[in-house]
Nanobody
């Protein structure tokens, strides 16, 4: 399974960005997806996860109400719509995948088997 994340960039506080993660190599439908982020000097942290059917999501409290995850299984792509961005959202954002046939939430990085290369999001104040 190969993941490629893109869509990062520089945005002012209060602005929006949409990240995309394209998945290839396996049947996308059978994978739960997640987004994580890592700010300079900090550990990688969980942002959001979505079950394989797209009907079950779970957000970190820090992004709840501002970020929205979605997936298009026909296009093998997962999206992260980020609104009302804050300077503390500045980080490299990684998408991740793991095989799953249920709606369980996966919030730890160690639970994911495949990772994208990361895309940098910079929010200026």
């Amino acid at each position: 399974v190969q993941l490629q994340a893109f869509g990062g960039g520089l945005v002012q506080a209060g602005g929006s960005l949409r990240l995309s993660c394209a998945v290839s190599g396996r049947t996308f439908n059978n994978y739960a997806m997640g987004w994580f982020r890592q700010a300079p000097g900090k550990e990688r942290e969980f942002v959001v996860t979505i079950a394989w059917r797209g009907d079950n999501t779970y957000y970190a409290d820090s992004v709840k109400g501002r970020f929205t995850i979605s997936r298009d299984n026909a296009e093998n792509t997962v999206y992260l719509q980020m609104n009302s961005l804050k300077p503390e959202d500045t980080a490299v954002y990684y998408c991740a995948a793991r095989r799953s046939d249920n709606t369980r939430h996966f919030v730890r990085a160690i639970e994911y088997d495949y990772w994208g290369q990361g895309t940098l999001v910079t929010v200026s104040s």
